[in-house]
């Protein structure tokens, strides 16, 4: 880099956004774009709930930095994940704007994958998911993030779950659903088919989509009947028959790539369940999807389980009883094969681009200390390894992957 452009960063990062507002502390250019947010008083972001008032600058990875602030709100977001050291936050714009190359929306997230030591887990993840034939798949950049002044590292900025014409494409009458062990939407509900986790007895299930305020008694009752209706088929003695049984109400493409996102990247989230997303429109048939939370996947653990990972989750431990939909999975899986086996080219180059900026942030956060939300065990296994011996052993075991499910399914 030369003198010149030294300066030119140097002095980027000191120009105040506004009157009164803190300053920057400078460090490293990464080659990364940065993420700017000055709090209105500085305030701290100390809630999930309560949403701060503060102005939105972003400088590209050229240096580059976007005429006007933008207004926005920030708060916290996750629920294990806002409990580590390294926050989350969920970031609304006053207006749609496109951020970074992603299309225009008020509604983004920062994810701080803390607990991995690669970086790269939830970014690869969803270049996986996007090789599917999944309606849509969340959109991300890889950013340094600077709040009030100080540099809290790499960061994820993400496109939110959300509904719209540049996101999840819904009809005004469709749904997006979520099942999550956490049961803490407004609108939830149990059904006593299929595998869950320890703490239900049966699958939570809640609408995401409509919000609460608009969804009528009638959608209500109407989105309940069609899932109660279609974990009868699916558990039904006909439940293999095409007019009869589940492929009557489930999608059975989109159930077949979201298996094969999960169990690509050892992610075993379908057993809890966790951030497990569906959704149904007018008058569709259920789908599955989109992906999202993959902070926890490629680990170790997953070579052990012979590509056999998830097979009983859900409503999977079901569907894998038809030879139908087995054989519909391993040729999926086939299809998708060569453009799989080039992601290993993927993870050679985050590794080379985050370079700078894994040693920056791990200079700010250790993410072992996620033991203290997993019972004393390490999540991913590989948070005191070095950042380059975390991405060949997550590079090697996603290979492995690969492998064990071409022999296995």
Same mark, same amino acid.
């Given at each position: 880099?030369?003198?010149?452009?030294? !300066?030119?960063?140097?002095? $980027?990062?000191?120009?105040?956004?506004?009157?009164?507002?803190?300053?920057?502390?400078?460090?490293?250019?990464?080659?990364?774009?940065?993420?700017?947010?000055?709090?209105?008083?500085?305030?701290? !972001?100390? %809630?999930?709930? $309560? #949403? !701060?008032?503060?102005?939105?600058? !972003?400088?590209?990875?050229?240096?580059?930095? $976007?005429?006007?602030?933008?207004?926005?709100?920030?708060?916290?977001?996750?629920? +294990?994940?806002? *409990?580590?050291?390294?926050?989350?936050?969920?970031? *609304?714009?006053?207006?749609?704007?496109?951020?970074?190359?992603?299309?225009?929306? *008020?509604?983004?997230?920062?994810?701080?994958?803390?607990?991995?030591?690669?970086?790269?887990?939830?970014? @690869?993840?969803?270049?996986?998911?996007?090789?599917?034939?999944?309606?849509?798949?969340?959109?991300?950049?890889?950013?340094?993030?600077?709040?009030?002044?100080?540099?809290?590292?790499?960061?994820?900025?993400?496109?939110?779950?959300?509904?719209?014409?540049?996101?999840?494409?819904?009809?005004?009458?469709?749904?997006?659903?979520?099942?999550?062990?956490?049961?803490?939407?407004?609108?939830?509900?149990?059904?006593?088919?299929? %595998?869950?986790?320890?703490?239900?007895?049966?699958?939570?299930?809640? $609408?995401?989509?409509?919000?609460?305020?608009?969804?009528?008694?009638?959608?209500?009752?109407?989105?309940?009947?069609?899932?109660?209706?279609?974990?009868?088929?699916?558990?039904?003695?006909?439940?293999?028959?095409?007019?009869?049984?589940?492929?009557?109400?489930?999608?059975?493409? %989109?159930?077949?790539?979201?298996?094969?996102?999960?169990?690509?990247?050892?992610? %075993?989230?379908?057993?809890?369940?966790?951030?497990?997303?569906?959704?149904?429109?007018?008058?569709?048939? @259920?789908?599955?999807?989109?992906?999202?939370?993959?902070?926890?996947?490629? +680990?170790?653990?997953?070579?052990? +389980?012979?590509? +056999?990972?998830?097979? #009983?989750?859900?409503?999977?431990?079901? @569907?894998?009883?038809?030879?139908?939909?087995?054989?519909?999975?391993?040729?999926?899986?086939?299809?998708?094969?060569?453009?799989? #086996?080039?992601?290993?080219?993927?993870?050679?180059?985050?590794?080379?681009?985050?370079?700078?900026?894994?040693?920056?942030?791990?200079?700010?956060?250790?993410?072992?200390?996620?033991?203290?939300?997993?019972?004393? @065990?390490?999540?991913?296994?590989?948070?005191?390894?070095?950042?380059?011996?975390?991405?060949?052993?997550?590079?090697?075991?996603?290979?492995? *992957?690969?492998?064990?499910?071409?022999?296995?399914?």
């Amino acid at each position: 880099m030369s003198v010149f452009r030294k !300066i030119f960063l140097f002095c $980027v990062l000191m120009i105040p956004l506004a009157a009164g507002a803190v300053e920057r502390t400078p460090f490293t250019h990464t080659g990364l774009p940065v993420l700017y947010i000055d709090t209105e008083g500085g305030a701290a !972001i100390e %809630s999930k709930e $309560v #949403r !701060i008032a503060a102005q939105l600058r !972003i400088q590209d990875a050229d240096g580059r930095e $976007v005429p006007e602030p933008l207004a926005c709100t920030v708060k916290g977001r996750g629920n +294990t994940t806002w *409990r580590w050291p390294k926050k989350p936050y969920r970031l *609304r714009l006053a207006d749609d704007v496109p951020l970074l190359g992603m299309p225009a929306h *008020r509604d983004w997230v920062l994810l701080a994958n803390f607990c991995d030591r690669t970086l790269m887990r939830n970014l @690869l993840a969803m270049k996986v998911s996007s090789l599917t034939s999944l309606d849509w798949t969340p959109r991300c950049v890889p950013v340094e993030l600077v709040i009030n002044g100080k540099h809290l590292g790499q960061y994820l900025l993400s496109e939110s779950v959300a509904v719209g014409p540049d996101r999840l494409n819904l009809a005004p009458g469709g749904y997006l659903l979520e099942s999550d062990f956490h049961f803490d939407n407004e609108v939830q509900w149990e059904d006593y088919h299929g %595998s869950s986790s320890y703490l239900f007895c049966g699958i939570p299930f809640a $609408v995401k989509y409509p919000p609460a305020k608009e969804l009528t008694p009638e959608r209500e009752t109407f989105i309940k009947k069609y899932v109660k209706d279609a974990a009868a088929a699916l558990y039904g003695k006909d439940f293999a028959d095409p007019e009869k049984g589940y492929a009557a109400y489930l999608d059975i493409d %989109s159930f077949v790539d979201y298996w094969l996102v999960f169990n690509i990247m050892g992610n %075993s989230e379908l057993r809890h369940p966790g951030s497990v997303y569906m959704h149904l429109d007018e008058g569709g048939k @259920l789908k599955a999807g989109p992906c999202w939370d993959f902070d926890w996947c490629l +680990t170790k653990n997953a070579l052990r +389980t012979a590509g +056999t990972l998830n097979k #009983r989750a859900f409503w999977y431990g079901r @569907l894998f009883k038809d030879p139908a939909f087995c054989a519909k999975v391993r040729a999926r899986f086939m299809e998708l094969l060569p453009e799989l #086996r080039r992601i290993p080219e993927e993870i050679d180059n985050y590794k080379a681009k985050f370079a700078a900026s894994a040693q920056l942030n791990f200079a700010l956060w250790n993410p072992a200390r996620d033991r203290w939300e997993n019972k004393g @065990l390490l999540v991913n296994g590989d948070e005191n390894l070095s950042f380059e011996d975390a991405v060949t052993q997550l590079r090697a075991t996603y290979i492995s *992957r690969l492998d064990l499910l071409e022999n296995n399914l």
